[in-house]
Nanobody, 120 residues
Framework: QVQLVESGGGLVQPGGSLTLSCAAS????????MGWYRQGPGTQRELAAT???????DYADSVKGRFTISRDNAKKTVWMQMNSLKPEDTDVYYC??????????????WGQGTQVTVAS
């Protein structure tokens, strides 16, 4: 069984910072791309940032220059540092990972989501 567990969401004032963490656990043999996605009420889930196993990164235009994604392959953990937060960053943030497990196949896994609220 593979699990992704997120932490670090919360309430922050505009201009503030938060760091989201996501730890993968279970019968994991290899982790490929990992990412953070965001979803608001009544909207589709959309990409915030992704990072490859070699640490190449990609960002949505809306977060470029403000958010930084990083990972530690040995710890099976991905982070997203979120700076200069704006009210429009308010969403539920989901961690994802493409993982090769003891099932003998690649699957996409998702965390349970963590709420980020930016408000004064």
């Amino acid at each position: 069984q593979v699990q992704l567990v997120e932490s670090g969401g919360g309430l922050v004032q505009p201009g503030g910072s938060l760091t989201l963490s996501c730890a993968a656990s279970g019968s994991i043999l290899h982790i490929d791309d990992m990412g953070w996605y965001r979803q608001g009420p009544g909207t589709q889930r959309e990409l915030a940032a992704t990072i490859t196993s070699g640490s190449s990164t990609d960002y949505a235009d809306s977060v470029k220059g403000r958010f930084t994604i990083s990972r530690d392959n040995a710890k099976k953990t991905v982070w997203m540092q979120m700076n200069s937060l704006k009210p429009e960053d308010t969403d539920v943030y989901y961690c994802s990972g493409r993982i090769f497990s003891s099932r003998g196949q690649w699957d996409d896994y998702w965390g349970q989501g963590t709420q980020v609220t930016v408000a004064s």
